[in-house]
């Protein structure tokens, strides 16, 4: 991990002192000499990363140089800031305010001599090199071609397609088994049917196979699954259980969220009683968790409803009921333990490899199996680990780094099958993908990671590099991200969550909860990562760290604490603060100010700061106003308030010149004023809005020449000649506003570029199907003939007439458009549109008959239709929608039936697929 810091800080550095000579003035001697020596120990930090574990002397020195490292990086930042600061006089002003400058010269010259006291310790730290018999080790990634770079990362999107269902083996009698236990009117005593057994073996996947098993979908009619954390909240947990069974619109989830604790069960008892419910309980540990969840399942004797729990312990698992049937998985044999690791590792070697190689990789698989103990997790990271070694003396390396960690004799207690091989999993990343996974174990156990947010932390916090990763290929860092991310897939260190429905990419995703314990355990020992959790009563054992320069902070319902004691915030070396609320919703608190001012001055370093879905519990008041002191933070790359009730966006935000995302989605239910600075934020890559906002001056976007994202622009507030020329544009949101639009042509012929470039586009139309507006959206969707995704709300009657030809269009949204009665055979004629939403409105208002002729749709997979309350016919003609997987009916009173069809799979209300 060390080679992965210091890597990073060369790397920065480096970029320093090309991009800020100037400001480096007087130090940039010294920050030469110190970037050279880093660059020297570099070479040897891996050998000494693999001698720490059994050298005290090592381990230190490993551990001083990753501290040295940091701390110079923090200097020299602090340094060129306050050089800046001298000469814009903007910028003096906000520094001033934030105490950084007294006496310029005089703290200037004190930073240098920081400068060079810390050049000092990495001169020293070079030099003890020859006394810990530390060897160099060349990089094989100096000799990696940009084509050999660019085939790796193809065959990472050919296979992640595939992880999901590759790590099934020998379930398919046991999820029949329990499907029918579920299902069948003789099991009908079984309310609760108990998935149990140690960690590693397997019941969740199981219990997901059961949840998707044909037989289950047919019986029941709701659905919900939810995962129990150690430090669930009992009002979370059935508050999505009910959201999910009866399938909540936007305006339904607001009014759950204000019932009363005592409320929500008799309402999850009665739609269990009213409703074959299915409803899925993952990953309990104790008795107690059960007893305070109990009364919402409390059902009359004729309820078909029915519960499906894991838990590894027996007694929890025999608890619920006396009618439970419990059943505890096997582990896989030797047979199914061949199967499962050749899937994943020796998947199209026998082609590939001599015969004699081959037989030596399988008699190595052997012996390396009998330690996984027939346990799945164990066989699936072990085959990640061994499906990238493609050399035999690669495989017997690995073999003797398993006999290695066994022999060492680390007791891992009951994990003991499982733990050598996750560390062994560790051990064998490469360094820049070390940081990326210990950044996972900032997400609370059993939390579904946003992909998209993911990456965009890892590029704010630095990991990401173009120089040595995709410069050559044209990718940009989110690409690099993303492969990087499917990496950990591959090797099994991270599990998806969702896939898009459309391209296949990974949407979400989350750690088993063993993998996750590592990752907790090799962060605290690397200093990388600290949490604290104000939902456990462990929060005061937790153990003292040095510097901490990443911070999760977990809340609970009660807590009235947002901010760690002054030592536990590092001295101003922070660099990541997260925040994590109780549920998917709201964390409330009771202070008017958020965050502590004089405590956020401290964080003049930090770079990410996510504080997500808060408002204020106050008679009379929700919102929150921010603290003026996120405003001095200007080496801020990272900041989200998605979701929070914020009274305003304040014009110190501004200030934020470094700032790469910037998520403002907040709850505001009239619109609020946004003020014309976000052009100070020229390396803006993601900016989100509110969805209804003004401005008193047209917001000038010219200087975001990297901007990627653009959500929530409204036409009105903005000079559209600014938006069609960001050229990195790829996913637009635009609400279109009544206004005279005798330019537009001349404006999107400009645009012609922009909006090629674009794959996701949003239109929203405000005022009214007489509006100008209406035109707007349909010249704008008539040039957008290579899009992706493709979401249209509010009036636009008509669509292109070349539209049936978009053969890139891939997912496509209809709301509110009032569409003619013709324009569906545009949309059915789509060579390649696989989702496809028809939302309340997006038809007629005197179509009644839906009709979908025969061959059309020929690659549909997922169709919603919603609202759609004046259909009182759909007629689907033979050879229609020959792909569909999927299909979701919810709101259409006036449609009686489903048409007929054994292919065309209906999952009704309630479903959660």
Not at 244 to 257: C, G, N, W, Y
Not at 263 to 282: A, F
Not at 473 to 499: C, F, H, I, K
Not at 654 to 670: A, E, V
């Amino acid at each position: 991990m060390a080679e992965a810091v210091v890597s990073f800080v060369v790397q920065r550095v480096g970029d320093l002192i090309i991009q800020q000579g100037r400001s480096l003035a007087g130090v940039g001697d010294q920050v030469r000499r110190a970037h050279t020596d880093l660059r020297i120990i570099k070479a040897f930090l891996k050998d000494a990363d693999a001698k720490r574990r059994d050298n005290e002397t090592i381990r230190i020195f490993v551990a001083e140089t990753r501290d040295a490292a940091y701390d110079l990086e923090d200097v020299i930042e602090t340094f060129v800031l306050k050089v800046e600061s001298k000469r814009k006089g903007g910028f003096k002003s906000v520094l001033i305010r934030l105490g950084c400058i007294f006496n310029e010269g005089v703290h200037l010259h004190q930073i240098g001599l920081e400068i060079g006291d810390i050049m000092s310790t990495i001169s020293d730290l070079r030099t003890s090199l020859q006394t810990y018999d530390i060897r160099e080790t060349r990089e094989n990634g100096g000799s990696t071609t940009s084509l050999q770079l660019h085939e790796r990362q193809q065959e990472l999107r050919r296979t992640y397609s595939h992880v999901v269902e590759r790590n099934i083996v020998g379930l398919e009698d046991s999820a029949y088994e329990l499907a029918m236990r579920l299902t069948k009117e003789e099991h009908r005593r079984h309310r609760v049917v108990s998935i149990w057994g140690m960690g590693g073996l397997g019941k969740t996947t199981l219990a997901r196979k059961v949840y998707h098993h044909e037989e289950v979908k047919r019986h029941f009619e709701c659905f919900a699954w939810v995962s129990i954390s150690q430090q669930y909240q009992v009002r979370d947990v059935l508050e999505r259980i009910y959201v999910k069974l009866i399938s909540a619109t936007d305006e339904e989830r607001k009014k759950i969220a204000r019932l009363k604790d005592d409320e929500i069960p008799g309402r999850l008892s009665r739609v269990q009683n009213e409703r074959k419910c299915l409803i899925v309980l993952d990953d309990i540990w104790k008795i107690e968790t059960w007893d305070r969840l109990k009364a919402a399942f409390e059902c009359d004797d004729e309820s078909k409803s029915k519960i499906l729990l894991t838990t590894r312990k027996k007694e929890v698992a025999l608890h619920p009921d006396v009618n439970v049937f419990d059943y505890q998985p096997p582990p896989l044999n030797e047979t199914e333990s061949w199967e499962l690791f050749d899937k994943i590792a020796m998947r199209g070697r026998d082609d590939a490899l001599d015969k004699e190689v081959y037989t030596e990789m399988e008699e190595l698989r052997t012996k390396m199996l009998t330690n996984c103990k027939g346990l799945p997790l164990a066989i699936i990271v072990l085959a990640g680990i061994l499906a990238r070694k493609n050399t035999l003396p690669e495989w017997n390396t690995i073999y003797e780094n398993v006999c290695g960690y066994i022999n060492r004799g680390r007791s891992y207690e009951e994990h003991a099958s499982v733990s050598w091989v996750l560390a062994l999993s560790y051990d064998d990343l490469p360094y820049h993908l070390k940081p990326c996974f210990l950044n996972l174990g900032q997400f609370p156990e059993d939390h579904e990671i946003r992909v998209k947010s993911l990456t965009r932390l890892w590029i704010a916090e630095g990991f990401i590099s173009l120089t040595q990763h995709g410069q050559d290929l044209g990718e940009t860092m989110e690409d690099v991200a993303y492969n990087w991310l499917s990496e950990l897939v591959q090797r099994s260190m991270v599990q998806v969550g969702e896939r898009s429905s459309t391209f296949g990419t990974i949407k979400s995703c989350r750690m088993h909860d063993l993998m996750r314990d590592l990752c907790l355990s090799k962060a605290e020992e690397e200093n990388f990562l600290k949490v604290v959790n104000f939902s456990s009563s462990n929060i005061s054992n937790a153990s003292p760290m040095g510097k901490i320069r990443r911070l999760a902070i977990y809340l609970d319902e009660k807590a009235d604490q947002y901010v760690p004691p002054r030592d536990e915030a590092g001295g101003g070396h922070l660099r990541s603060l997260l925040y994590f609320g109780p549920n998917d919703n709201y964390w409330t608190t009771k202070r008017k100010e958020l965050i502590i001012p004089s405590m956020f001055k401290d964080f003049k370093l930090l770079r990410v700061l996510k504080i997500e879905g808060v408002k204020l519990q106050e008679e009379g008041e929700e919102e929150l106003e921010l603290p003026s002191a996120i405003g001095h933070m200007v080496h801020l790359r990272f900041l989200s308030l998605r979701n929070s009730k914020i009274k305003s966006f304040p014009p110190f935000l501004g200030n934020l010149i470094y700032l790469q995302t910037l998520d403002f989605r907040i709850q505001k239910d009239f619109g609020m004023a946004i003020p014309n600075v976000i052009w100070k934020m020229n390396r803006l890559r993601h900016l989100y809005l509110p969805r209804y906002y003004w401005a008193s001056s047209k917001l000038r976007l010219l200087t975001l020449g990297d901007l990627q994202t653009l959500d929530s622009i409204r036409s009105g507030c903005c000079d559209l000649n600014d938006v069609i020329k960001l050229r990195n544009l790829r996913k637009l949101i635009i609400s279109l506003m009544s206004r005279p639009w005798n330019n537009l042509e001349k404006i999107l012929e400009g645009a012609r570029s922009m909006l090629n470039g674009i794959r996701s586009l949003e239109l929203w139309n405000f005022d009214g199907i007489d509006s100008d507006a209406k035109e707007a959206m349909q010249q704008i969707v008539a040039r957008c003939g290579q899009i992706y995704k493709l979401t249209l709300r509010g009036p636009t009657l008509e669509l292109p007439k070349e539209f049936h030809s978009y053969s890139n269009l891939t997912k496509l949204v209809l709301s509110k458009c009032h569409l003619k009665d013709d324009q569906m055979a545009k949309v059915e004629k789509l060579p390649n549109l696989k989702s496809l939403e028809l939302l309340e409105g997006s038809l007629g208002e005197n179509t009644k008959l839906l009709v979908f002729s025969n061959g059309s749709f020929p690659r549909l997979q997922f169709l919603e239709l919603f609202g759609l309350e004046r259909i009182t016919e759909w007629r689907v003609e033979e050879g229609a929608m020959p792909s569909l997987c999927r299909l979701v009916i919810l709101g259409c009173r006036g449609l009686s039936r489903v048409p007929d069809g054994d292919e065309t799979p209906y999952y009704p209300q309630g479903s959660n697929d």
